[in-house]
């Protein structure tokens, strides 16, 4: 697959030539399941789009946790969705911003030159990537390229989980954990625009950010336990699960939502047992407890782009890195302590 070159953990992987319009481009591949240093970069051949797809020139890419889990194979039961014994897509990556480089048969709604942000079923760590026309949408003017390349898939998974799952309403009280990551950070922010009154946990090096976003409350996590307290919430989105179900649903009001959101859990099986323990749970008392999977929906996606257009929404960028240091960017995300989204720039 062209000129690979495998690193060790934590190394800046090599850079090579990749002209606009060239055969080749340059793409983070991994060939197995492992940690980082599976990653290479390599010349391979510029994909060409089929039928409602779109070729996009990748300006800048995102990663987040689940592209952390699909590299390394674990918890094993990703392995069923993206391959048994190797990954099934050689160039990992989801989210993207870029220009539409061309269009395949049946693609009328997008052109040549087009600027797009959206998802991709695997690919985006690379200079071009074919995505299906309906996963993109138009860049809102003024908005970078990294910026919306931090949105899909974590700002998807805040909007569907309060609005969906909670179906939450003005005048709620909101608890948001983990309020300074990538889906935290967005999630309070949302939570504003629907009029809820919302409490973001983080540490304490992120209290005043949190605040910025807009937050009404803030607790520091390393100072307060949330479940020890006395306020009741109409709804949690838990994106950290650090603390067991039953402390957790104290702080939920009899007739809550709690949305558990950590991809985190056992080797195996993942938070598959936690999942299967809430919805048992939740046919023994009137709480909610709602574990769920985001959905890609371009609807959703043009909803938060107007959102972005209208600066009721910003995405919040940690760090940026090259395509070459692609293999630091998955370590820090796996770190589990990013001031909201990282992103890769091309």
Known sequence: MGIEQQQHHGARLGRGPGPAGAATMRAVVQHRYGPVSVLGLA????PSPGRGEVLVQVGA???????YFVMTGEPYVVRLVFG???PRHGIPGRDLAGVVAAVGEGVTALRPGDRVFGWSAAGALSEYACVPADNLVPVPEDLSDVDAAAV????MTALQALRDIARLRPGQRVLVTGASGGVGSF???LAKVFGAEVTGVCSTRNLDLVRSLGADHVIDYTRTDVTSGHERYDVILDNVEASPLADVRRVLTPAGTLIPNS????????????ILKARLLSGFTPQHLKPFTSIGRRADLLTLADLLATKQVQPLVDRTYVLGEAADALDHVADGHTRGKVVITL
Do not use: F, Y
């Open 61 to 67: 890419a995102s990663v987040h946790p689940g592209d």
């Open 152 to 155: 899909p898939t974590s700002a």
């Open 187 to 189: 999630a309070v922010q």
């Open 263 to 274: 991809g985190r859990g056992g080797r195996w099986l993942g938070p598959i047992p936690r």
């Open 84 to 86: 048994l014994r190797r």
């Open 43 to 46: 010349e391979v051949g510029v």
